[in-house]
């Protein structure tokens, strides 16, 4: 039996649209899979699109965004801790529950069900790090078995704290199952190279144009310092590094699209990474109408037992 809906994909592939048309059909609740949707304020950077979830009208219910302050540095065992919550409540309700993201590493945990620990800071393993630059972190990091996230960590601090995860972990064997893992259809939306280009392209300049540079100004104006914005990477980087007199503006912008690019491949590499540790994961073309893609969804879950 089918307890969850997993909706996966690389960046600007339509994953929101997509669920949201989905939860509208059966009634169901999407739960956000994304790292930085869970900050307040940080809404154009982050993409949230939040008028995305209503159909005709009908507000669909949606979870996980929206719930810390920006400048907090929200992780995997906080993201763990409030999924079971929410899932197990929509279960209660007897509604069915809609995971939909592109943050492998929440994604993978959740399915796999792993037990986590919220593992502390390591003042002397820091230090070894910090003259390292983000491609030797990168690499570094690579070299740990255990679960770890290289889709999300384009700033030397987000690399650091990851290997300093990886670390905890590799000691202390944080990463065992404690529960049958959650039995999910797993679906990802397939979109070509060229295509998921023109979007993210098409999507930063639509975002500049509605104010995103504004609304690092704003986060930086209530309170949340440069360095913890530059510290949740890509858009908030970039741009915080324009507003402080570091990058030009046409600099900046050429220098995120690429960025945005590279994360987009990563997510990719992740995924097919899924695959490869036993996921099955069912591929629909992002391009189909909304209607087909719910339409071969359905027809899964039919298949699955589920009306």
């Given at each position: 039996?089918?307890?969850?809906?997993?909706i996966?994909?690389?960046?600007?592939?339509?994953?929101?649209?997509?669920?949201?048309?989905?939860a509208?059909?059966?009634?169901?609740?999407?739960?956000?899979?994304d790292?930085?949707?869970?900050y307040?304020?940080?809404?154009?950077?982050?993409?949230?699109?939040?008028?995305?979830?209503?159909?005709?009208?009908?507000?669909?219910?949606?979870?996980?965004?929206?719930?810390?302050?920006?400048?907090?540095?929200?992780?995997?065992?906080?993201?763990?801790?409030?999924?079971?919550?929410?899932?197990?409540?929509?279960?209660?309700?007897?509604?069915?529950?809609?995971?939909?993201g592109?943050?492998?590493?929440?994604?993978?945990?959740?399915?796999?069900?792993?037990?986590?620990?919220?593992?502390?800071?390591?003042?002397?393993?820091?230090?070894?790090?910090?003259?390292?630059?983000?491609?030797?972190?990168?690499?570094?990091?690579?070299?740990?078995?255990?679960?770890?996230?290289?889709?999300?960590?384009?700033?030397?601090?987000?690399?650091?704290?990851?290997?300093?995860?990886?670390?905890?972990?590799?000691?202390?064997?944080?990463?065992e199952?404690?529960?049958?893992?959650?039995?999910?259809?797993?679906?990802?939306?397939?979109?070509?190279?060229?295509?998921?280009r023109?979007?993210?392209?098409?999507?930063?300049?639509?975002?500049?144009?509605?104010?995103?540079?504004?609304?690092?100004?704003?986060?930086?104006?209530?309170?949340?310092?440069?360095?913890?914005?530059?510290?949740?990477?890509?858009?908030?980087?970039?741009?915080?590094?324009?507003?402080?007199?570091?990058?030009?503006?046409?600099?900046?912008?050429?220098?995120?699209?690429?960025?945005?690019?590279?994360?987009?491949?990563?997510?990719?590499?992740w995924?097919?990474?899924?695959?490869?540790?036993?996921?099955?994961?069912?591929?629909?073309?992002?391009?189909?109408?909304?209607?087909?893609?719910?339409?071969?969804?359905h027809?899964?879950?039919?298949?699955?037992?589920?009306?």
């Open positions: 039996m089918i307890d969850l809906i997993t996966l994909g690389p960046t600007a592939s339509g994953k929101t649209s997509f669920a949201v048309s989905l509208y059909s059966l009634d169901a609740e999407i739960i956000s899979a790292s930085r949707q869970v307040r304020q940080m809404d154009l950077g982050t993409g949230k699109d939040l008028s995305e979830y209503v159909v005709e009208g009908k507000q669909i219910p949606y979870h996980l965004i929206d719930i810390v302050d920006a400048g907090y540095k929200y992780n995997l065992f906080e993201y763990k801790q409030d999924f079971e919550k929410v899932y197990e409540k929509i279960k209660s309700d007897e509604k069915l529950p809609i995971l939909c592109g943050t492998g590493l929440y994604i993978e945990a959740v399915l796999k069900n792993y037990k986590l620990v919220n593992v502390p800071e390591n003042p002397e393993l820091r230090k070894s790090l910090e003259h390292k630059n983000l491609f030797e972190l990168t690499e570094i990091l690579k070299s740990y078995k255990q679960l770890h996230n290289i889709t999300d960590i384009d700033t030397v601090k987000r690399a650091i704290r990851a290997i300093e995860i990886a670390d905890y972990q590799s000691k202390y064997e944080t990463t199952l404690t529960t049958k893992p959650i039995n999910s259809l797993i679906i990802g939306l397939d979109i070509s190279r060229e295509e998921r023109n979007r993210i392209s098409r999507r930063l300049s639509e975002r500049l144009n509605q104010g995103m540079i504004e609304e690092v100004e704003q986060i930086m104006k209530n309170g949340v310092s440069a360095e913890d914005l530059i510290y949740y990477g890509l858009e908030y980087k970039f741009i915080t590094n324009h507003i402080l007199g570091n990058l030009m503006f046409d600099e900046m912008v050429s220098q995120l699209e690429v960025a945005i690019h590279q994360f987009a491949k990563r997510q990719m590499t995924f097919r990474g899924m695959e490869k540790r036993g996921f099955n994961i069912h591929w629909i073309d992002a391009l189909l109408p909304q209607k087909e893609k719910v339409e071969i969804m027809s899964l879950l039919h298949e699955n037992g589920i009306n």
